[in-house]
């Protein structure tokens, strides 16, 4: 009995051990995290990823590039993502030569300051106004916003069309009328802002290598990950989409300012336009399993199966959302571009030139 007491007490003392020891390497990470923070800033304003511009009682990451002496000032806007810079940085150098290029980002996000405040259209917007003002841009601006930015994009073109030059909207999300806009779930995200939070963002096994990068730009990617994915201001902007979609909708004034919608997801005018863009894609088999739901067919018969739903969805998407929007909004062309929602990406040349001829 002696011996079952000693062995359980010798139990007992190697898991309190292991306990306070992973109680210790959870303060630890969390520790380090804290203090490395504003070393991650440091090294994006080092190597040009941030330039910190008050707007108040926080700051915004506002990085001016390209010809400041330049005949435009496009403002890029970004979507519900992350390192926008460096993913667009092989189509906005065809832009940097003749035009000043600025990289605005909300609060949250890429470095900027994060803030509890709900994101709200007139928010982002007023604040954005200020960062230029502060960071010395001159007005007119080209207001390029991709995807969520669109939104914003759109009620400041809307609500101070005297400040807009032009606004080239990359396959932008569209405000539209919701009946009854509620907040979006967002309990996917919460991993990430959970695992952000308590620091483990700086152990390796959550770095991100990206080929194309170098060994600054694949850090400098990561560190916006991380200090945008932990902010409350990214978890409420997603949050707050179809509550400021519609917001929006409902404050659209359609006015003079010439306005370009470059459609890559919604283009696709037949199955067979999709299919000669999935033969090309890298993402196809991606492609295949998002749209596959429900099949039931045989593996010759799949490919059609996706290419027909991916097409309908286009379809209603064009017809239903962005020639509704393009046509309250004013003064709005559409030109299709078929492809991914990062056609910037795998296509840099020709979005640029869609660009220059449109602002020619």
Not at 271 to 286: C, G, H, M, P, Y
């Amino acid at each position: 009995m002696e011996v079952v007491k000693k062995i359980f007490k010798v139990i007992l003392i190697l898991v309190l051990a292991l306990v306070i020891l992973a109680v210790l390497a959870l303060l630890g990470i969390f520790g380090y995290h804290r203090i490395m923070e504003p070393k991650h800033i440091e090294f994006m304003e080092k190597n040009g990823y941030c330039d910190l511009v008050s707007v108040g009682d926080h700051s915004l990451n506002v990085v001016k590039t390209g010809n400041e002496n330049g005949k435009h000032r496009i403002v890029v806007l970004h979507g519900a993502g992350y390192g926008t810079m460096l993913e667009m940085k092989d189509f906005a150098k065809n832009l940097q030569e003749d035009d000043q290029v600025i990289f605005l980002s909300r609060p949250g996000y890429n470095g900027s300051d994060d803030i509890k405040d709900e994101i709200t259209a007139e928010l982002v917007v007023e604040d954005c106004r200020k960062a230029l003002e502060n960071a010395g841009v001159e007005k007119p601006y080209v207001l390029m916003p991709h995807s969520l930015g669109a939104i914003y994009a759109s009620y400041w073109v809307s609500k101070y069309p005297d400040e807009i030059e032009a606004m080239v909207n990359l396959d932008g999300v569209c405000p539209q009328p919701v009946e009854s806009p509620k907040e979006q779930d967002v309990s996917d995200m919460m991993y990430l802002y959970k695992l952000e939070r308590r620091g483990f963002c700086e152990l390796p096994i959550f770095r991100i290598e990206h080929p194309q990068f170098t060994e600054t730009e694949e850090k400098a990617f990561n560190y916006m990950i991380w200090l945008t994915v932990g902010s409350d201001a990214f978890i409420s902007d997603s949050k707050n989409s179809e509550i400021n979609g519609s917001f929006v909708w409902n404050e659209l004034v359609p006015n003079d300012v010439p306005k370009l919608y470059l459609s890559f997801t919604s283009s696709f005018r037949s199955a067979d336009e999709v299919r000669e863009f999935l033969e090309n894609s890298e993402l196809k088999q991606r492609y295949l399993d998002e749209y596959s739901a429900g099949f039931t067919g045989s593996d010759d018969e799949l490919i059609d199966y996706v290419c027909g739903k991916m097409f309908d969805e286009a379809k209603r998407e064009r017809e239903e959302v962005v020639e509704p929007y393009a046509e309250k909004i004013g003064n709005c062309k559409i030109k299709d571009m078929p492809g991914d929602h990062f056609l910037y990406k795998s296509k840099p040349d020709e979005c640029a030139e869609a660009v220059l001829d449109f602002l020619k």
